[in-house]
């Protein structure tokens, strides 16, 4: 997967901090837009139990 440039305000310097904060967000993006649309209503509430 392809690492998008962020435009941040203050770099971050530390390439672990950096890595976590795309994989933050990469699971993030899964869990808001592509896990709704795999999951139906009736399997959203039993994960959520």
Known sequence: ?????????????DPIVCSKKHQTYRIG???DIILPRA???GML???IL
């Open 39 to 41: 999951l139906n209503e």
């Open 45 to 47: 509430q039993i994960l």
């Open 29 to 31: 993006y899964l869990k």
């Open 1 to 13: 997967m392809a690492e998008i440039p962020l435009k941040l305000a203050k770099p971050i310097e």
